[in-house]
């Protein structure tokens, strides 16, 4: 039987050389990781609520602001007590009470007010810098919210078990951070070098 072999024309050849080529120099893919924190009292109880996120250079540069966010008065409760945004995020202040509320914030990071108001202000407040407002109402003082703004697209919150689950995250060299609405200071919010691949352990977090 006689054997017919198929000659590649030699553009094809070429264009096949070309391919190949650019494949080899492409970076090797970085596969997604899970990573699992366990946050709890320094006494063994859980921590429900804690914010646990990962920073890194290539995170920051990962960072885009979210689409929505707010953060609604409703029955003189700030709803949610924490929310957690990228940087750069834009946050509206909607007033769903009958009563007129007046919202700020002091601290570093953002500084503003939206005065008497009821319904929803025109202009949302954008948080372009990353770390934790405060926020109160000028007129019921036992409002009380935080905006954890953050320099990662990379977090997630403890539940009532304690147990905080970060999806698809990129391996790699990170700092994991978690906050937490009882600590006072940055000083004490938890730093913790990580390498994160698919054999990666479940993390532990102790907060005072």
Known sequence: MAVHWQVLPLNLKLSLCLLLAAVLLLPPLTLAAQ??????????????????????????????????????????TFIPEVLVIPRGTAVTFPNEDTVRHHVYSFSSIKQFEIKLYVGTP???????????????????????????????PYYSHSND????????????????????????????????????????????????
Request: with cysteine.
């Open 35 to 76: 990573l699992q924190v366990q946050v709890q009292h320094i006494s063994g109880g859980p921590v429900a609520g804690a914010v646990v996120f990962l920073e890194s250079t290539a995170a920051s540069a990962a960072v885009r602001p979210a689409a929505t966010a707010n953060i609604i008065q409703r029955k003189t």
């Open 122 to 152: 025109t202009e949302p407040v954008v948080f372009e810098q990353s770390g934790v407002a405060a926020l109160g109402c000028n007129i019921h003082d036992q409002m009380i919210a935080w905006v954890v703004v953050l320099d990662t």
């Open 161 to 208: 078990d304690g147990l905080a689950v970060l999806n698809d995250v990129p391996a790699g060299d990170y700092t994991l951070r978690v906050w937490h609405k009882t600590l006072l200071s940055e000083v004490e919010v938890p730093k913790l070098a990580i390498t994160l691949d698919s054999n990666t352990p479940i993390q532990r977090v102790n907060l005072d």
